[in-house]
């Protein structure tokens, strides 16, 4: 089992830009695939962006372009550059681990969640 912990969410204007962060800990050398999810209220949650063993990333269509997914393995930590944030953003962001190795932005193939980061966006 992994422990994942993120953080960076904050409250930002619409245009701005937030980075998240997640430390991973734990049985880290079995998950190869790590992912973002969202989750606003009265929505269901929705994949966000994939990274998986081979670096290969997925996107969902809507933030393609504005949200860049990356990962620095020696330090077991994944990120969310996060620009043009749009009031369709706000939601609680989620960091998962899966033992697959390739993976796109299914959630039932992540086995390991953390808490969530609260990412909030003013017009």
């Known amino acids: 089992q992994v422990q994942l912990m993120e953080s960076g969410g904050n409250s930002v204007q619409s245009g701005g830009s937030l980075r998240l962060t997640c430390a991973a800990s734990?049985?880290?050398?079995?998950?190869?695939?790590m992912a973002w999810f969202r989750q606003a209220p009265g929505k269901e949650r929705e994949g966000v962006a994939a990274?998986?063993?081979?670096?290969?990333?997925s996107y969902a269509d809507s933030v393609e372009g504005r949200f860049t997914i990356s990962q620095d393995n020696v330090n077991h930590t994944m990120y969310l550059q996060m620009n043009s944030l749009s009031p369709e953003d706000p939601a609680m962001y989620y960091c998962?681990?899966?033992?697959?190795?390739?993976?796109?932005?299914?959630?039932?193939?992540?086995?390991?969640w953390g808490q969530g980061t609260q990412v909030i966006v003013s017009s």
């Open positions: 734990g049985a880290t050398d079995n998950h190869y695939c």
């Open positions: 990274i998986d063993y081979d670096t290969e990333t």
């Open positions: 998962a681990a899966s033992t697959y190795v390739n993976c796109g932005l299914s959630a039932n193939i992540f086995s390991d």
